[in-house]
């Protein structure tokens, strides 16, 4: 009977074993945690800020949730840079979209800006069966939000520039209005787990970092810092981001038409996260690349084909 029992526990240890491994830390990990941790990513999150350099963001007392919450857990780049010379805000965020700013150097509206080319990536993307959403705060979403109103900006909603997202320039596009969609309806598919697999957020003028005047508060950074502080946590608890998610944050370009550095924080179960770092020379050709791997759509568009990807700060990759 006693070796029965000797025999029954050292299975029993060799099981719980086997079910668990050390952390870098030390703590242990079960095993169903590390699968966790290792789901191919599947569904990327991209939030993009605006104008402001990463030594404006680091360590700044205004924005306590990006340096005290996201950072101690995520990856985060310390040598990010908008494209050489890139400005103003709108040929950065076609650049996150192609890989290139269509040698546009001004703000305005598609009706101007607009574009014939399929070569983007949510074209891309919708090729390959793969769904995307850009979510803008501000929309109502009866229309395709082509001008700007209130503190919604076009020029920060890259997809409405292309005409086959929009049916060049109509405001009643059905498939411009079926994927740019009010960021309040994020909370409901993320609670639903009928997010997309591409989501582009774009916060409003006010919560982007962009403006202070008429805002919550005369600091720009800490307007954004708060909105992040209630953006983020639906998406970290959400099933999509448990299995598979990735968030990027970045901003647009940096103070007074600077290039940078600027910020780009990684938030995935499969980043190296807890306060990760490096200086490898970053561009948003970098995300657009990054993107385009861990979708496998090809071709790499524009500028994404000689950028470095950005899997330096993930530990598994794609």
């Avoid at 050390?22 to 800020?49: R, W």
């Avoid at 109502?140 to 076009?154: I, M, R």
């Avoid at 309806?185 to 409003?204: G, K, S, W």
């Avoid at 290039?259 to 561009?283: C, E, F, W």
């Amino acid at each position: 009977m006693q070796k029965h029992v000797m025999v029954l526990f050292l299975i029993v240890a060799a099981s719980a074993l086997s079910a668990t491994q050390a952390s870098p830390k030390g703590y242990a990990v079960t095993q169903e945690a590390t699968e966790q941790a290792n789901h191919p990513l599947d569904t990327v999150f991209l939030i993009v800020m605006e104008n402001h350099d990463w030594s404006k963001i680091k360590a700044n007392s205004s924005a306590p949730y990006i340096n005290d919450v996201l950072l101690p857990m995520a990856s985060h780049a310390e040598q990010y840079y908008n494209p050489p010379h890139l400005h103003p805000s709108e040929p950065n965020y076609l650049w996150l979209e192609a890989g290139t700013s269509f040698g546009i150097t001004n703000d305005n509206d598609p009706d101007d800006n607009h574009q014939s080319t399929r070569l983007h990536l949510v074209t891309l993307l919708d090729k390959a069966g793969i769904s995307w959403k850009s979510y803008q705060e501000g929309i109502s979403g009866k229309d395709c939000p082509l001008v700007g109103t209130g503190h919604y900006a076009p020029k920060h909603n890259p997809m409405v520039f292309f005409d086959d997202v929009t049916d060049t320039n109509q405001p009643d596009s059905a498939f411009c209005i079926a994927h740019v969609r009010p960021y309040s309806e994020l909370a409901t598919d993320l609670e639903q787990n009928t997010v997309a697999r591409y989501n582009f957020i774009t916060p409003d003028l006010c919560n982007d970092m962009h403006d202070s005047s008429g805002c919550a508060t005369k600091d720009s950074v800490h307007n954004g810092d708060t909105w992040l502080s209630a953006a983020i946590p639906p998406i970290l608890n959400s099933e999509a981001y448990q299995t598979g998610g990735l968030i990027l944050i970045t901003w647009d370009e940096g103070t007074g038409n600077s290039d940078g550095p600027i910020g780009l924080i990684v938030l995935s179960r499969n980043a190296k996260g807890n306060g990760y770092a490096n200086d490898i020379h970053y561009t948003h050709s970098s995300t657009l690349r990054t993107v385009e791997e861990i979708f496998g759509v090809k071709p790499l568009l524009g500028d994404a084909a000689n950028a470095t990807d950005l899997s330096d700060l993930f530990s598994v990759f794609p």
